[in-house]
């Protein structure tokens, strides 16, 4: 028993703010260790940090050719709107939503699908149809890949009323 009071009585009698500091000390030199390792880390690390690159906003630049095109596809697609068989009007749609595509690849948005490219846009444009534009997207998407989705002739002729607000404001039409 005596042993063990007197191991407790030397434990008492140590230096603890001596070791107490030179804790510390030791701590503080590790952290200031890490926070040297952890910034040689980040800049090693920086030189193979992706490099985004958004389009920069352009400007419709298409030949006088293209536009005649354009114009004259468009003419095809109003002329089919006119009629009220859900199938024409359906066609009418995706042949508008395929003019969207082409005006938007010769503008230069990359993208692989028109949704891809209609991202593209919506990042370096503000434009008053993009969200109509999308909703039209969707109900070609609807009408291409749906079963059993129809469609109004009423809401056809607003969804190519969209497409064509759309051309106006890229200064296409």
């Not at 030397?10 to 000390?25: E, N, T």
């Not at 009220?84 to 503008?107: E, F």
Request: net charge positive; proline share 3%.
């Amino acid at each position: 028993m005596d042993t063990i009071v007197a191991y407790f009585n030397s434990f008492l009698a140590l230096d603890w703010m001596g070791i107490f500091r030179v804790v510390r000390i030791v701590f503080v030199v590790l952290n200031i260790l890490l926070i040297g390792i952890f910034v040689f880390a980040w800049r090693q690390a920086w030189k193979y940090r992706p490099q985004f690159q958004y389009p920069k906003k352009k400007k419709v630049d298409v030949s006088e050719g293209s536009l005649v095109n354009i114009k004259d596809d468009w003419e095809k697609i109003l002329e089919k709107a006119k009629s009220d068989a859900p199938q024409v009007l359906t066609i009418a749609i995706i042949d508008a939503d395929k003019l969207v595509d082409d005006v938007l690849r010769m503008l230069g948005f990359p993208g692989e699908h028109v949704a891809d490219r209609l991202d593209k846009l919506g990042r370096t444009q503000k434009l008053k149809t993009l969200d109509s534009l999308w909703q039209a997207h969707r109900i070609r998407n609807n009408l291409v890949h749906a079963t059993g989705f129809q469609i109004s002739p009423r809401q056809a002729r607003e969804v190519i009323t969209t497409y064509e607000k759309f051309f106006k404001e890229m200064k296409v039409l």
